[in-house]
């Protein structure tokens, strides 16, 4: 049976299905098929059957009162009887079973929750990071629906959202998705593969599973060797490879293979990192060292560059610190110096020493780098010979001041405090200064904190004060009269102790109008810099009616009012009286959208308050 003939008049039919059954009357396209079915009717009589249902529709006889809609409607149905009784249904070939991935997930989440997510994860644009973290957070990709989507994370444009893929999504999955990773992965690949062997070998549990790692640290591309050679690190099966690819010609896979090794303590490994500090390889293999607390070759590698150090001591009488010929010296000091972060030893305190020994000669070749590597060194010991030679170090420049301040607050007397950096009263010393007493007395520091008037989170600054008692015991009195003299307020109101108010022995004695003169100006600030000057208005006694007028006024006196209020100033107009209310209303009105809200806060929960 001809089922290519009679897919051509399924075709046809249809096609005055949407014409309409009144335009088959003539139509040539069928007719031309009515000979064909014809024919074919001698030998099965259903194609009889079709032609003549077809010749019907096309030549209709006056005497055949049937509407051709309904002769369509026959001929279609006959010609569908026949079409489903044609074709196989059985499958052809030998039947097996389908192979599948065992991953033992659940589909237990509500498909209404991972939608976001999968769309976040399917689109670009901004906001999807926020929603796949939140996701993940919330267990949604616990759910067997999520792990394809999350496997294709690693390629998203957005590198962050790669790298959380990589680091938390698909490791939190465990072992189970192994299979699924290992048929994706592709051994040339880019980036995304070069994350996905990082998954791999994350979740490999033996030596047997590392082998795969080991294959892509040999045959990969640059970027999928870059990645898996790390994981051999720790590893003595490796250990050999690791040796051969420090000789090879790119540069990535040496470093990562430096890197690997600095794991490893067997001699072999070792030797090859001191060898390549002789070096073209030295800054590489000092990338791999830094990392590390402790390295069984950092004791050779500091009288290495004690040698080195007294060499440019030699030549700074000669040389200015960008000479060429001084040059190749600052690269092998400067990989010594990356290869011995975060590590201490006997050997390194002589460097160390050393190098705040010659402050004069590396301040000449301007490697102050080194002057700041040793003074942190030395501060982890204090000790008064140490605070001699950093006191030296300070007065080279100040940027080193602080290294000695933080040193003498933890040895000296607040007398003795007091007595030698008082005298730092004017320019950059001044500064600094402030600025190392500010992170003791007033420490602020941005932090997320849940927002008072819409119950939202809110990242702000927070600055706080002292405690009087640690002020008492660790500050002198002097620093209050200092700090007013310099016109720094912030710094005098944490000097403030209110015992001293109290018993009429605060001085000077004008510190008061000092900070109220100061708290009209901070109403504008930007750090919290109000609830210091508020808290040191306090402790002098301040009447905090006198304290709420001036806040009220210097708002009402600013020509540009801030667009949000910061906390301390927001929490102290919620204290205010009813009286306030008209006031504070006329101040909303000139507010920006931002605080204009946070002011309509303050004016729906004021209650009455005796001033």
């Known amino acids: 049976m001809s089922v290519a003939l009679l897919k051509e008049l399924y075709n046809e039919t249809t096609r005055l299905y949407i014409a309409g059954s009144d335009l088959a009357s003539g139509d040539f396209r069928l007719k031309r098929l009515i000979p064909q079915l014809m024919q074919a009717g001698e030998k099965a009589p259903v194609f009889k059957k079709l032609g003549e249902g077809a010749q019907e529709l096309v030549e209709p006889s006056a005497e055949d009162g049937r509407s051709s809609a309904l002769k369509l409607q026959e001929l279609t149905l006959l010609l569908s009887s026949v079409l489903h009784t044609q074709g196989s249904f059985a499958p052809e070939g030998e039947l097996h079973e389908m192979e599948t991935v065992p991953v033992g997930l659940s589909t237990t989440k509500s498909y209404r929750r991972l ?14 990071y926020e929603i796949v973290r939140q996701g993940f957070e919330d267990g949604l990709f616990q759910d067997l629906r999520l792990v394809i989507p999350a496997i294709d994370a690693l390629n998203d444009p957005y590198a962050d959202l790669a790298e959380y893929a990589k680091n938390e999504m698909l490791p939190a999955y465990g072992e189970t998705i192994l299979p699924l990773l290992r048929a994706r992965f592709n051994l040339t690949g880019g980036k995304s593969d070069a994350r996905m062997i990082e998954v791999i070998a994350k979740l490999c549990k033996n030596d047997d599973e590392l082998a795969e790692v080991r294959h892509a640290a040999a045959e990969g591309s640059e970027a999928v060797r870059v990645a898996a050679i790390p994981y051999l690190a720790g590893r003595a099966a490796y250990e050999a490879d690791l040796l051969q690819w420090t ?47 402790e390295s069984p070759i950092a004791a050779r590698l500091a009288v290495d560059a004690m040698g080195l150090l007294e060499q440019a001591v030699a030549d700074s009488g000669t040389f200015s610190g960008d000479s060429k010929k001084l040059a190749p010296l600052r690269e092998r000091l400067d990989a010594y110096r990356d290869a011995f972060y975060n590590k201490r030893g006997e050997e390194l305190d002589r460097f160390f020493h050393k190098v705040l020994d010659s402050v ?87 932090q997320t904190v849940p927002n008072i008037w819409n119950e939202e989170q809110d990242y702000t600054y927070i600055t706080t004060i ?135 806060y303050i004016l729906d929960r004021m209650s009455e308050v005796q001033a």
């Open 466 to 600: 002292l405690p009087e008692q640690e002020l008492e015991r660790k500050w002198d009195d002097r620093w209050l009269l200092w700090s007013i003299e310099r016109g720094h307020a912030v710094l005098a109101a944490s000097f403030v102790r209110s015992s001293k108010a109290a018993s009429g022995q605060l001085e000077p004695d004008y510190t008061p109008e000092f900070l109220l003169e100061a708290l009209s100006k901070s109403t504008s600030g930007r750090y919290d810099h109000f609830s210091v000057i508020w808290e040191g208005l306090r402790r002098c006694g301040t009447d905090v009616s006198i304290m709420r007028e001036t806040m009220v006024a210097s708002l009402e006196k600013q020509k540009s009012l801030p667009y949000r209020l910061d906390r301390g100033l927001f929490l102290e107009l919620m204290n205010l009286p009813e009286s306030y209310r008209e006031r504070l209303s006329a101040l909303q009105q000139r507010l920006d959208s931002y605080s204009g809200k946070q002011m309509q």
């Open 115 to 128: 939608a976001e997510v999968r769309e976040a994860l399917d689109t670009t644009g901004g906001g999807r």
């Open 360 to 446: 004069a000669s590396l301040q000449k070749l301007g490697w102050t780098g080194y002057l700041h590597d040793a003074a942190r060194y030395v501060s982890e010991t204090p000790s008064i010979t140490v605070l001699e030679k950093l006191r030296k170090l300070e007065k080279v420049n100040a940027n080193f001041l602080s290294y000695a301040f933080e040193m003498s607050v933890a040895l000296l007397s607040p007398a003795e405090i007091f007595d030698h950096y008082s005298a730092y009263s004017k320019g950059v010393y001044k500064d600094t200064l402030i600025s190392s007493m500010e992170q003791y007395l007033v420490p602020s520091s941005w």
């Open 247 to 293: 000789t090879e010609g790119k540069k990535g896979i040496r470093e990562a293979a430096y890197a690997a090794l600095a794991h490893s303590n067997s001699e072999a490994a070792q030797a090859r990192l001191y060898e390549a500090f002789a070096g073209k390889d030295a800054a590489l293999a000092a990338s791999g060292l830094a990392g590390l607390a």
